[in-house]
């Protein structure tokens, strides 16, 4: 190493940064299907108690990813993968999304990050069927 140059951190080679004022996949995902609950309540296509469920799941999955985030560093047992898939398959995902991004956890590895991604599109296309009249409620 050159002499005055600074050693990289660990994970600071994949280039993967965020860059300021970018908005990442996983915080306009949340977003997006956030926008779409709103939008499904206010036009009383969803009863609110339903926003209540994505919420409180959501922030379930935060906080399981978080302690599994602060399990990881201390070497200590984990959370099990099934486990944060099935919080976000059962509405956390928006929560879920948020806290891998904000704690920069499971980002990297490719089958959970693709497992989510389908967990997402199922919420998704669910909402967006919901809004366009090709699924009804009840």
């Known amino acids: 190493m050159r002499r005055g140059s600074a050693r990289p951190r660990a994970g600071a080679m994949s280039g993967r940064r965020p860059v300021a004022g970018r908005i990442s996949l996983?915080?306009?995902?949340?977003?997006?299907?956030?926008?779409?609950?709103?939008?499904?309540?206010?036009?009383?296509?969803?009863?609110?108690?339903?926003?209540?469920?994505?919420?409180?799941?959501?922030?379930?999955?935060?906080?399981?990813?978080?302690?599994?985030?602060?399990?990881?560093?201390?070497?200590?047992?984990?959370?099990?993968?099934?486990?944060?898939?099935?919080?976000?398959?059962?509405?956390?995902?928006?929560?879920?999304?948020?806290?891998?991004q904000l704690l920069r956890h499971k980002t990297q590895k490719t089958p959970f990050v693709a497992t989510t991604a389908a967990i997402w599109l199922f919420h998704v296309g669910g909402w967006a069927a919901l809004l366009l009249g090709l699924i009804r409620p009840g």
């Not at 209540?52 to 399981?64: K, W």
């Not at 302690?67 to 099935?86: F, M, T, V, Y």
């Open 26 to 100: 996983r915080v306009a995902g949340a977003g997006l299907l956030g926008g779409l609950l709103i939008t499904s309540a206010l036009l009383g296509q969803a009863p609110l108690w339903l926003l209540g469920v994505y919420l409180g799941m959501g922030l379930l999955s935060g906080l399981a990813h978080l302690i599994d985030k602060r399990a990881a560093q201390a070497g200590r047992w984990r959370i099990s993968e099934a486990k944060l898939h099935l919080t976000d398959l059962l509405g956390g995902i928006a929560g879920g999304l948020l806290a891998q």
